[in-house]
């Protein structure tokens, strides 16, 4: 039975084949200081124990609602979650991490103003990868309260679940995961951070966060599904692009777009497994250019305007480690990928990696 006290807080929490990690999750949120919550779990049609750990938690509290559905992605369980959320405020949580027992009292209060977003800092744990380093992505622009920025956005993670959302704005703009594709926070947090004038950034560590090798991002770290993958980013920024085109929110955001479609397509090439499809990527990064951003030139500031010369100037660079540390190098001025160059300078423009000066090395460089 459902719990009937309206919650304040709605924790969406998508579940897919994680029996051995999804007590950690669940016993997190009943530790939480905060009780105003409910808990939409969604089995996202797991073929393990899940099922069975899902329906012993919600016997034991009221507050933990399951749905169940045939296996069709993480944005289509997150979407089902959204459609059933009751709280006026809305927050995540992926099955194999956890929260701190403070972390839905501190983003309620932080929410309890005019913001239409609070992100808290992350505590990585590590699980199957050799070597362990906390990734500078997850560190914050800022603390407390801050008015929405370019500049915040850049530097800001991506992730959902390190987040609270105002569920009015969801259901307003009706905001959804794009179904069927990798990369769907890159997504969501844009079209929702148009709509965010002020933001809380929250320094403690209230998040916990599971980077296995057996994840997506361990995948694309061992080097596996890459075309895919870059084929998917591409999708993703040129989704970016057009929400906004189409309803009109391309004039107070252009820097951060421009900022996102680039970055987004920077790694797609450098995630290319082939010198047909880099080049082939490349043309069609130049022809949405023309077609979405050049048109709105005058408006660029100049370091975006800058950042896309060096896109039709054929200066995108991939790097990868070979050979004891020796650089390889994928770039698109026709060179092919497999010969490769040595850096010898190299200088990054805003998240983008390009090069100015390098020579080529040969069979016998290798030897």
Not at 42 to 47: A, E, F, H, L, R
Not at 106 to 127: H, I, N, P, T, W
Not at 136 to 163: A, H, Q
Request: hydrophobic fraction near 40%; charge should be positive.
């Amino acid at each position: 039975m459902r719990y009937n006290v309206m919650p304040r807080i709605s924790i969406i929490v998508p579940v897919y084949n994680c029996a051995s990690y999804l007590p950690r999750c669940l016993d997190s949120l009943l530790e939480q200081t905060f009780r105003d919550w409910e808990a939409i779990c969604i089995n996202d049609g797991s073929t393990d124990d899940s099922a069975k750990i899902l329906k012993t938690y919600a016997e034991r509290d009221a507050r933990i609602h399951v749905i169940s559905q045939a296996n069709f992605g993480l944005s289509a369980a997150r979407n089902a979650g959204l459609s059933q959320a009751r709280a006026n405020l809305i927050m995540f949580c992926d099955s194999d991490d956890w929260y701190a027992p403070t972390m839905c009292e501190k983003m309620y209060s932080a929410m309890q103003g005019d913001a239409e977003l609070a992100v808290c800092g992350v505590q990585e744990k590590f699980e199957g990868f050799r070597h362990r380093k906390t990734a500078s992505y997850f560190e914050l622009p800022g603390t407390g309260k801050m008015p929405i920025t370019d500049n915040l956005l850049w530097r800001c993670n991506v992730c959902v679940w390190n987040k609270i959302f105002r569920r009015e704005i969801l259901e307003r703009e009706q905001l959804k995961f794009p179904e069927g594709l990798l990369f769907e926070d890159e997504y969501f947090f844009a079209v929702y951070s148009a709509y965010v004038h002020q933001v809380v950034f929250l320094p403690e560590r209230l998040y916990f966060y599971r980077r296995s090798a057996s994840s997506i991002m361990g995948c694309l770290v061992r080097g596996r599904a890459l075309k895919q993958c870059a084929e998917q980013r591409v999708r993703i920024a040129n989704l970016i692009w057009i929400y906004h085109e189409q309803r009109d929110l391309m004039r107070k955001r252009l820097p951060y777009l421009v900022h996102t479609w680039l970055r987004l397509y920077a790694s797609a090439l450098c995630l290319s497994g082939d010198e047909e499809g880099l080049i082939e990527m490349e043309e069609n990064a130049l022809n949405f250019a023309r077609s979405h951003i050049e048109p709105l030139s005058r408006d660029l500031p100049l370091v975006s305007k800058q950042r896309l010369a060096l896109l039709s100037e054929h200066r995108w660079v991939g790097t990868r480690f070979k050979w004891g540390g020796l650089l390889r190098c994928r770039t698109t001025d026709r060179m092919r990928p497999d010969e490769g160059s040595i850096i010898t300078r190299k200088y990054y423009l805003l998240g983008i990696l390009c090069w100015k000066s390098w020579k080529k090395y040969t069979s016998s460089a290798l030897s």
